[in-house]
C-alpha cells in the first residue's frame, strides 16, 4: 500500500479545537490518543465538540473482538482514552454520534441479534456514560451483515449498507426510514450501488451528495472513497475524492463529518506522513460537492 505524498498536511496533532484557518488538506486527529500504532476507524465528534468516538480492531484494552472508544476534550487536547462499557466480547465496530448527541449508533455481532453484523444504538447519557445497547429490529437487520449506521440530521432516515436487503452485489448501499418506531422499508440509494461493496457512506449537502467507500475485494483492501451528487432523481458523477491519500492502491473509509465544524471530515487512512499507525483518523475538509433534492425517500425533508 503505497499512498500519495499529501501536498500539504499538517505536522502533529491536529485537535477537534483548531481553529480552521489552521487545516490545511489534512492533519491527523488526536496523535497518541485517538491515532495510535493500531488501526482506528471511523472517527465521530458529539454536537457540542468535547467527545470523540471511534472503532479499533486491534487496539489494546477492549472488551474483545473489534471495540469501541471515546476521548473527551480537556485543554483543546483529546485525553482519557477509554474503551466503551458498552463493548462485547464480540465486534463492536463503525460509530456514529447522533446529531443531537443523544444516540451512539454502531454495529456488532453479539448474540442475539439477526444474523452476522446487526445495527445497535445506545442512549448518550447526560453524565457521559451509555444506555443499554438496543438492536435496530428487522427493519434494517438481516440475516446478512450491516455495516456503518448513519442517521439524518433529524433522526426521521437511516444511511446504511447492507449485503442481506438483495441489491446491485454484495454490500450495497440503502436508506430506511423512521416510522415512529423503528427504522422500516430500506431503499437502495439510486445511482450508487454496483456489483462490487458500496458501504461507509456520509450525507453532504443535506443529503443532495455522498461520500462513500468502494471495494471490489469484499470490503478487504484496497478500499477507496468517492463523492456523488444527486441530479433530481439519482446519484451521478461519481469520481475519486481528491483527498491526497485516498489512492486506488490505498485503504481509505470511514468518512464522518463533524457536527460541531460541519465543514470538515474525519476520515480513516494512511497517510505517509503524519501518521501513528496501520490506519489513523485524520481531520480533513469535507469534499465540496452538491446537487439537487430528490434522490432520498421523502425528500422533502432533507437530513
Given at each position: 500500500m503505497k499512498p500519495t505524498r499529501a501536498a500539504a498536511v499538517l505536522i502533529g496533532s491536529l485537535l477537534s479545537a483548531a481553529a480552521a484557518g489552521q487545516l490545511a488538506e489534512f492533519g491527523i486527529e488526536g496523535m497518541g490518543v485517538v491515532s495510535t500504532p493500531a488501526t482506528e476507524v471511523r472517527g465521530s465528534v458529539s454536537p457540542d465538540g468535547q467527545r470523540i468516538v471511534w472503532g479499533s480492531t486491534d487496539r489494546a484494552g477492549g472488551a474483545g473482538g473489534w471495540d469501541l472508544w471515546q476521548a473527551h476534550l480537556r485543554d483543546k487536547r483529546w485525553a482519557e482514552p477509554e474503551p466503551l462499557s458498552i463493548n462485547s466480547t464480540a465486534n463492536d465496530f463503525d460509530p456514529l454520534l447522533s446529531a443531537d448527541g443523544r444516540w451512539l449508533y454502531f454495529f456488532s455481532n453479539r448474540p442475539g441479534g439477526h444474523g452476522g453484523d446487526d445495527l445497535y444504538r445506545a442512549a448518550v447519557k447526560p453524565e457521559g456514560g451509555f444506555g443499554e445497547p438496543e438492536n435496530l429490529g428487522p427493519g434494517v437487520n438481516s440475516a446478512g451483515n450491516e455495516?456503518?449506521?448513519?442517521?439524518?440530521?433529524?433522526?426521521?432516515?437511516?444511511?446504511?449498507?447492507?449485503?442481506?436487503?438483495?441489491?446491485?452485489?454484495?454490500?450495497?448501499?440503502?436508506?430506511?426510514?423512521?416510522?415512529?418506531?423503528?427504522?422500516?422499508?430500506?431503499?437502495?440509494?439510486?445511482?450508487?450501488?454496483?456489483?462490487?461493496?458500496?458501504?461507509?457512506?456520509?450525507?453532504?449537502?443535506?443529503?443532495?451528495?455522498?461520500?462513500?467507500?468502494?471495494?471490489?475485494?469484499?470490503?478487504?483492501?484496497?478500499?477507496?472513497?468517492?463523492?456523488?451528487?444527486?441530479?433530481?432523481?439519482?446519484?451521478?458523477?461519481?469520481?475519486?475524492?481528491?483527498?491526497?491519500?485516498?489512492?486506488?492502491?490505498?485503504?481509505?473509509?470511514?468518512?464522518?463529518?463533524?457536527?460541531?465544524?460541519?465543514?470538515?471530515?474525519?476520515?480513516?487512512?494512511?497517510?505517509?506522513?503524519?501518521?501513528?499507525?496501520?490506519?489513523?483518523?485524520?481531520?480533513?475538509?469535507?469534499?465540496?460537492?452538491r446537487g439537487k433534492a430528490g434522490c432520498l425517500p421523502g425528500h422533502e425533508s432533507p437530513p
Amino acid at each position: 500500500m503505497k499512498p500519495t505524498r499529501a501536498a500539504a498536511v499538517l505536522i502533529g496533532s491536529l485537535l477537534s479545537a483548531a481553529a480552521a484557518g489552521q487545516l490545511a488538506e489534512f492533519g491527523i486527529e488526536g496523535m497518541g490518543v485517538v491515532s495510535t500504532p493500531a488501526t482506528e476507524v471511523r472517527g465521530s465528534v458529539s454536537p457540542d465538540g468535547q467527545r470523540i468516538v471511534w472503532g479499533s480492531t486491534d487496539r489494546a484494552g477492549g472488551a474483545g473482538g473489534w471495540d469501541l472508544w471515546q476521548a473527551h476534550l480537556r485543554d483543546k487536547r483529546w485525553a482519557e482514552p477509554e474503551p466503551l462499557s458498552i463493548n462485547s466480547t464480540a465486534n463492536d465496530f463503525d460509530p456514529l454520534l447522533s446529531a443531537d448527541g443523544r444516540w451512539l449508533y454502531f454495529f456488532s455481532n453479539r448474540p442475539g441479534g439477526h444474523g452476522g453484523d446487526d445495527l445497535y444504538r445506545a442512549a448518550v447519557k447526560p453524565e457521559g456514560g451509555f444506555g443499554e445497547p438496543e438492536n435496530l429490529g428487522p427493519g434494517v437487520n438481516s440475516a446478512g451483515n450491516e455495516w456503518a449506521p448513519t442517521p439524518s440530521a433529524d433522526g426521521r432516515r437511516l444511511l446504511f449498507a447492507s449485503n442481506g436487503f438483495g441489491g446491485a452485489g454484495r454490500h450495497d448501499l440503502f436508506v430506511a426510514r423512521w416510522n415512529g418506531k423503528a427504522f422500516v422499508d430500506p431503499k437502495p440509494v439510486p445511482g450508487i450501488n454496483t456489483a462490487v461493496d458500496e458501504f461507509d457512506a456520509a450525507w453532504l449537502d443535506g443529503g443532495k451528495a455522498l461520500v462513500f467507500a468502494r471495494s471490489d475485494r469484499a470490503g478487504e483492501q484496497p478500499i477507496q472513497l468517492f463523492v456523488a451528487e444527486c441530479d433530481g432523481q439519482t446519484y451521478t458523477g461519481i469520481a475519486p475524492w481528491s483527498l491526497s491519500f485516498n489512492s486506488a492502491e490505498g485503504t481509505t473509509l470511514g468518512p464522518v463529518v463533524d457536527p460541531s465544524r460541519p465543514n470538515e471530515m474525519l476520515v480513516s487512512g494512511a497517510a505517509r506522513a503524519p501518521a501513528a499507525g496501520k490506519l489513523d483518523i485524520y481531520r480533513t475538509l469535507a469534499p465540496s460537492r452538491r446537487g439537487k433534492a430528490g434522490c432520498l425517500p421523502g425528500h422533502e425533508s432533507p437530513p
